[in-house]
């Protein structure tokens, strides 16, 4: 499972605005789950499940972790993609061109010392940012932190 995935089309978007589908992906957050057994802890029929099972899995948002045979029967055990999911910045830009790069992610590994340093920085720039009532130009950046 990968630590982070930022998700670049709105398809993507889209199959994880379901609130149905953000509590599989919850259910499946402390260990790869069948779909019989998400069924069986929602009280709800399989195939309600696989269906969105199937939605989440063709947008590469979960991922098959294996497969069992039981009773000559193939079970998969699926899990979300990554740990975290965040959408790029760049999903909502309706002046996309085909050679816009994509969005770049970078783990920066600190101690608490030069987070706390980092995060007032940022601070520091978005608070002169409000007072001089400046608007975001072109060449701004968006930035995510998140404590992996």
């Known amino acids: 499972m990968k630590p982070l995935l930022v998700i670049t089309e709105l398809e993507q978007l889209k199959s994880i605005s ?10 499946m957050a402390d260990g790869p789950k069948t779909g019989q057994m998400l069924a069986d802890t929602l009280a709800l029929p ?3 499940v696989h269906y969105h099972l199937n939605q989440l899995l063709s ?3 979960i991922t098959i972790h294996h497969t ?5 029967i193939i079970q ?9 999911i965040i959408p790029s910045s760049n999903i909502f830009n309706f002046n996309h061109t085909d050679q ?8 920066i590994k ?31 950046y968006a930035v995510y932190v998140l404590n992996i």
Do not use: C, G, W
Not at 18 to 27: C, G, M, V
């Open 46 to 48: 399989r195939a309600k």
């Open 18 to 27: 379901d609130p149905f589908r953000i509590q599989l992906l919850s259910l």
């Open 68 to 72: 069992e045979e039981k009773n000559s």
């Open 110 to 140: 600190m101690n608490n010392a030069d987070y706390e340093n980092f995060s007032k920085l940022l601070s520091d720039k978005e608070q002169r940012k409000i007072s001089k009532k400046e608007t975001a130009t072109a060449d701004e």
């Open 76 to 84: 998969k055990f699926y899990q979300p993609a990554a740990r975290k």
């Open 59 to 61: 947008h590469n948002i």
């Open 100 to 107: 816009q790069a994509a969005p770049a992610v970078y783990n």
